[in-house]
């Protein structure tokens, strides 16, 4: 499917072309196509002892929108590259929610975007619920999650189809979160929601065998706007930047506008997993907004935690993007590796920066989440570009403070880098990294695997694929087993 000049022929919308916007156009744009491929091409060679999924969700639009369209709108698409004794398979599957469903019955779009205005007579929420930022891997299923808190639907781990809503027999009645941890120690899936009405945040647990088994009502003066959670051995750590929206301006103007109240602090609430909100422990820090934490853990009475800080979220608007400006400034992310340090018994605390290199999209191995863990696997963003771009690959060694980096190269955009531990590994770097990357002349996508120890050696092996992957957000690896179970047709 090529065209004369080795270009791949469009897969893009046809409504796409009538709209400027660069989250619709180029590496960016959604695809019409749901592929499935076995015996993919490869250079280099594949690793005979990398066994699991690479699997990224991120937005893919179905219909055309009838308002200015926003990078976060787009419906949910998984893409998935299955490793199995050094051969791969590809696999692309839009996931299936209530409200898509509920527009293919139309033929059209029925909810605006985040950009608004917002119709809060529309079903359900104002917003459509496209489960499109997150993915994870829980009670033998894999989870697509909403970043605003929406409804977590079951995906099959080998073929991508989407099989419903998850409320774990009907004892989840709250929506949650896009970054809900796994205690790969427990199989305890922690996770927390948040409301435009009080109570503003939850928080509660998941049993192994998938039974809601603990939920408390947080305490918050208001709607907040925290993207994740972290977690350690004993305790859970809920957030509270001073990075919000006003909820009564939203609903008269139908538009969300999130502000940055530099007179706040920041706030970490720690308490135990299974506490009473009583037991909730709040500490103040300097003010900034955390999208991404790389983990936490615990040192004697000391909770440490590792994220990305981006101490100024203020949206900077340009007059030259027009009707645009607050969707690509809010894109234009500043952040920096950092660490926070809070003290259970004395209430002391501390935080410094760890780096000053633009990164975020971090993971470390996501098998030791509430851990201690050594590395961590990021993305670097400029801070000026006209759209997210992810343009190299940085590894953090948190002990000695050391990073690595490998630049994809120029008109080349990478994805969420997972570390994914060989079969018989020991140590906590002893494995691969996994990436999609995309040219933007070609507009082809590959799928690069790096040593983890070496990363500045840069891909060991390239996967090509069958298709353009647009640009999206988050990835997990999931190993062996896991990523075969289920359906066995996407097996290599």
């Not at 009838?66 to 949910?76: A, I, K, Q, R, V």
């Not at 027999?169 to 009405?197: C, I, Q, W």
């Not at 930047?241 to 009564?248: I, K, S, T």
């Amino acid at each position: 499917m090529t065209n004369d000049d080795g270009r791949l022929a469009s897969d893009v919308p046809a409504w796409c072309e009538r709209i400027d916007n660069p989250y619709l156009h180029g590496i960016y744009a959604p695809t019409v196509y749901e592929t499935t491929a076995v015996e993919l091409p490869v250079e280099g060679e594949i690793p005979r002892d990398l066994f699991g999924a690479y699997v990224r969700n991120g937005p893919n639009a179905v219909y055309e929108p009838t308002n200015p369209y926003h990078w976060f709108d787009g419906d949910g698409m998984l893409h998935a590259v299955h490793f199995r004794d050094g051969r791969a398979s590809y696999r692309s599957r839009q996931v299936r929610t209530r409200g898509l469903a509920d527009e293919v019955r139309r033929g059209r779009a029925i909810w605006p975007g985040v950009m608004g205005p917002f119709d809060f007579d529309l079903p359900r929420n104002y917003l459509k619920d496209t489960a499109n930022t997150d993915v994870l891997y829980h009670n033998g299923q894999l989870l697509a999650l909403w970043y605003l808190c929406g409804e977590p639907y079951r995906v099959d781990p080998c073929s991508l189809e989407t099989i419903g809503v998850e409320d774990w027999n009907g004892s989840l009645r709250t929506t949650m979160s896009a970054h809900p941890k796994v205690d790969e120690r427990t199989g305890e899936l922690v996770y927390f929601t948040l409301s435009d009405d009080a109570p503003f945040m939850r928080t509660g647990v998941i049993s192994p065998e998938g039974k809601l088994t603990h939920e408390v009502a947080i305490d918050l003066p208001g709607p907040r706007a925290s993207h994740d959670i972290t977690i350690s051995e004993n305790f859970t750590i809920l957030h509270d930047f001073p990075y919000f929206h006003d909820v009564a301006l939203q609903r008269k103007t139908g538009h969300r506008i999130a502000r940055f109240h530099r007179d706040l602090p920041s706030r970490f609430g720690v308490m135990p997993r299974h506490g009473a909100a009583e037991e909730l422990q709040w500490f103040e820090f300097e003010p900034g907004y955390v999208l991404h934490m790389v983990n936490a853990w615990e040192e004697g009475d000391w909770i440490v935690m590792d994220g990305c800080l981006q101490p100024d979220p203020t949206v900077v608007r340009r007059p030259e993007d027009g009707a645009l400006a607050s969707m690509l400034g809010y894109l234009r992310i500043r952040a920096n590796l950092h660490r926070w340090r809070m003290n259970l018994k004395t209430g002391e605390t501390s935080e410094t920066d760890l780096d000053d290199l633009n990164v975020e999209f971090c993971l470390p191995d996501t098998d030791l989440y509430g851990q201690k863990t050594r590395y961590s696997y990021h993305q670097h963003l400029p801070t000026d570009a006209h759209a997210v771009d992810f343009q190299a690959l940085v590894k953090y060694d948190h002990e000695d403070g050391s990073r690595n980096r490998y630049d994809y190269g120029d008109g080349l955009c990478g994805s969420e880098a997972p570390f994914a531990k060989r079969v018989g590994g020991s140590d906590e770097d002893d494995g691969y990294v996994v990436s999609f990357v995309t040219s933007r002349e070609t507009r082809r996508s590959a799928c690069w695997i790096f040593s983890a120890r070496d990363v500045e050696r840069g891909p060991i092996a390239k996967v090509a694929l069958p298709t353009r992957v647009p640009h999206g957000f988050h990835a997990k690896w999931i190993a062996g087993e896991r990523a075969f179970s289920g359906s066995p047709e996407a097996s290599t």
